[in-house]
């Protein structure tokens, strides 16, 4: 995204301490991956929210719910269906930033494979389609959207989540406490199902042995002390996991001093059932004194449950 100055007008900054309100969601990503029902959730924990508001209105829409106080969680809906998308949203965020408030960026996306299925059951074209495939519209809007994904403070990937599952994780990152500086989720996951669309580190487990083709450990999971003592048992394991931490150590210290609010780290097995679980959880227990520092650190274990 190519940032320059608004074309507004100069405004004074506007404190936070003034509004009441530090704080918008901008919610934007792939058609299809879940923009709408995000927003629909954050709606009914009572968010005000506006769909589809062209990124040029984001700032008079804020000054006008500045004081008022039944809106003082504000979230914003935007897409492709804008003109001139990309250039208007940074444009609004910066001046945003400019003027007291924290805008957060979520990007909702999802697989290319799953994007093709909802739209095909919903049995509508992709808003840029045009002529072509379904699949045209959806590379067409990915390469589009490329340079904001990069930016987002968040990307929420929505191919393997449900209604229920989405509000539960959208209640997770959203609702945090002021003084956490950063929210870092270490996440489980199977390769079988496919990378984590939202994962900004990728730890591949898949050279330890795998519990799976021993019997007795098959029907368990990483959890458990059995699998976990069989995974986390040998020194090359103990020296991965180890070296891991401690490039998580001196990475977080980057994304502190960088301003970033959401990491997520993706360790991945061939399931998601054994060695990810166990090494997510050792992980997060190793890397648990950075809540010091302000991190509030979380653990997801993606596909637990899927074989």
Known sequence: MTSRRSDLGEQPPLPPEATGRSDVVILTGMSGAGRTTAGDVLEDRGWYVVDNLPPSMMVHLMDATADDPQR?????????????????????????????????VVFVDSSDETLVR???????????QGEGLLLDGIRRERRMLGDLRSDADLVLDT?????????????????????VRLRLAVMAFGFKYGIPLDADVVLDLRFLPNPYWVPELRPHTGKEAAVRDFVLGSDLAQSFVEH????????????????RRYVTVAVGCT????????????????????????????TFHRDLGRE
């Open 72 to 104: 003082q969680r504000v979230a914003v809906v935007v897409d492709v269906r804008s003109r001139d998308f990309t250039s208007e949203l940074s444009v609004a965020l910066e001046t945003l930033g400019e003027r007291g408030w924290r805008p957060r």
């Open 118 to 128: 909802r739209f095909e059951a919903v049995r509508r074209p992709h808003p840029l």
């Open 159 to 179: 191919s393997s989540y449900n209604v229920h599952e989405l509000s539960a994780k959208i209640d997770a990152l959203l609702n945090v406490d002021a003084d």
């Open 244 to 259: 891991a931490a401690q490039m998580l150590r001196t990475a977080m210290q980057g994304y502190l001093a960088e301003g």
């Open 271 to 298: 399931g998601g059932k054994h060695r990810s679980v166990a090494t997510a959880e050792e992980l997060a227990r190793r890397l648990a004194h950075l809540e010091e520092s302000g991190v509030q650190l979380s």
